[in-house]
């Protein structure tokens, strides 16, 4: 990681004073609201993506969402929209079934991806096969992280739930926007960390973590129920040469999501929070978010 | 621990290419079996001659040429081999004897087996030559020039791809998917139909009784301590070895070890997703049942009082496994009492932290991981266990520091950083000290 501070675990909530900070400096339409705040509020924070008949819905604002934590209408405070840069964290399986083709197209996709960062974007390479390495740290430099990526080779045993976890908690050491991909074309056979306990870290991730995998393969159980705790989706691919325009589709999904904060109230802290979110008057419309959070 | 019958012997390969030890350099440049040689098939009693010529030969332990005399044979070579050498033991037990039997696989009733005049005059000719060696002897070396024949031979029992020619049949996966079905030789059965036959004290027992010979038991520890150091699981062995010492702590102790390996991911996730033939049956039953199995056999271990280290500790890691946390941390904590060497000690911090973390004891959980840690340094397992425990309770800076120590590991491929990669082959230590052993104590009995 490249900075030594973690942004809290318990993500949602967040300090609602650090939300604020990071849109000011993103110079978005929220920033010219100028809100003070004279007190620290937990705020709980939400990517969502809307969609209508496939297509990204643009233009709404927090008088538009509609959110129930624990069933109890919440007042949206904040809603931003492609402001926040992005800290995209690849997680890939580098383990010996990776070898060959699937490892060449995995490389043409993440180089792919990269190019589609912007200039204010972060992106990191988190390897695992049974070990779990860094192969390099978040940064902005994309032709650093390509070389990177250029330089995996794969070996070893599978260490899917390892690499996932540390692959969340990466994206969350830097402010911003934590996107999470996760490939792998296998099962878990060396995990130190349980299927449970990182399905459970998901739910304390303000991430949001895609997975993509090879169809039929066993690591898509595991990767459904994360991706399904943070909001995001798993995508299984017929053939590695479909990575290339996944990842890409990924990228681009992630940039249309919202980001709608809301400060609590009316319900008790501690424990899960059911989640709900809506567009008012929009009942043809998709939503997808996360289903809950775990706060402290 | 027997099985339910099944239509074809099979036996469990894994192969953790990172994981195990190489295999030989000579074995990995050992050239294919010579086609030509393997079509001109011999006579059933030219090809026993020529069992009994390698079994001459064969020096035990020893990577020599009479174990290349297996180099082109199939499985159903060694199973006539077999039968032969059923009716050459009659024969040497009784040279008057004419009619032969044969009984073995799931034919209850022994069926008779016909020879020639010629064959018989053969018969009686090999029982003369074996006899020189000494009955039990000679079925001892046998069941050793087999073991090596998969230990300094091809490292598995293996014959090649599958063609559905023999019953016996290999299923060799990694990294948790199948990599192939081969035809397996034979030669654990074939070793284990040898010792079937040890009868070491005619006077007491009136047929062949192997469990009165401490021999074959240490045979059975050995073997089934080779199986576990490299993954190549052959669960007849196992049971057999169960079956005929249900009191010896070492086999029940092994045996223990290969069930709650079976429960273990890295082969239940394999037999689950793999497409495999229907008519074939691995035995390996589900995880709760394996933990279950492994639960009796270490327990049953436990009581007749053998002293291996970490007894305790893979009961311990098989009751955390089933959820039995608290019991769990009762025999953790008597391994780590036992004070074993300290890479048992690492599994069983290691273990210990996550039983304490699941009964709430988060402090407890964290000095536990935080000794494992420092037993092994290069070891991610409880690194990526202390940001865990600290992100679930809300502590993200001490989760992301764990993580950085993740990082800050040596980078490598190889499998030495964390012991808990190759908490499974473990066992396998007993191999070379017992296989050594049962070479120096394999003796000719004295002449009568």
Known sequence: ?296 | MMRPGIGRRVALILVLVCLTAALPAAVQQRPPADAAGASERPSRLDRAERWATALERHEPGVADDALNEFGGWRGDDLAEVSQTISSVLALMRDPSIRIFYRRGGSIARPVQVFYSGGEVRQLQALAVRLAALGETYMLKRAALLHMDAVVLGSGADSQGPQDRRTDYVLFRFKDGQEQSLEDGTGHWDTARFMLDQVWTDKRRDMRPNPSRDDWVRRWYRTAIAYMLGRMQFHHSIVDRGVELFPSDGEILFLAGAEHETFASPMVQEPMRTADLPRNLSFGVASPRAELGAAEDLLRRALKAQVTIPEMHLRLGHVLADLGRHKDAVGELRQAVATEPPSALLYYAELFLGRSEAALGNIAAARAAYESAALLAPGAQSPLLALSQLAYASGDGDAAGAALERVFALPAGSDGGGDPWWTYALAPGRFFGPSMADLIDTLRPEPAQ
């Open chain 1, 1 to 296: 990681m490249t900075r030594a501070r973690t942004r809290a675990a318990v993500i949602a909530p967040v300090v609602f004073a650090a939300a604020v900070q990071c849109l000011r400096l993103s110079g978005g339409s929220a920033a010219a609201q100028q809100p003070t705040f004279s007190s620290r509020l937990d705020a709980v924070r939400v990517d969502v993506l809307v969609t209508e008949r496939n297509r990204v819905t643009l233009g709404l604002g927090p008088a538009d969402f509609e959110v129930l934590d624990n069933g109890v209408p919440q007042t949206v405070d904040l809603v931003s929209f492609e402001e926040l840069p992005l800290n995209v964290v690849l997680v890939f399986d580098l383990s010996a079934s990776v070898a060959g083709e699937r490892l060449e197209q995995l490389q043409v996709a993440a180089k792919a991806m990269l190019g589609g960062l912007k200039p204010r974007d972060q992106a990191a390479l988190l390897t695992f096969s049974h070990r779990v390495e860094l192969a390099h740290p978040l940064t902005a430099d994309a032709g650093a992280l390509a070389a990177a990526v250029e330089s995996v080779s794969p070996a070893g045993d599978t260490a899917l739930f390892d690499g996932t976890y540390a692959g969340m908690v990466l994206g969350a050491s830097d402010p911003g926007r934590d996107l999470v991909i996760v490939f792998s074309d296998g099962v878990d056979t060396v995990s130190w960390l349980s299927a449970p306990q990182v399905i459970e870290s998901a739910k304390r991730s303000d991430a949001v973590v895609y997975g993509v995998s090879v169809r039929g393969v066993g690591s898509i159980p595991f990767l459904k129920d994360v991706t399904q705790q943070t909001g995001g989706s798993t995508i299984e691919v017929d053939s590695p040469r479909e990575l290339s325009a996944r990842f890409l589709a990924i990228l681009d999904e992630f940039r249309q999501r919202y980001l709608v904060s809301y400060s609590p109230r009316g319900i008790t802290s501690g424990g899960w929070h059911r989640l709900e979110v809506r567009v008012k008057g929009r009942r043809t419309v998709t939503v997808k978010a996360r289903p809950g959070y775990l706060a402290r």
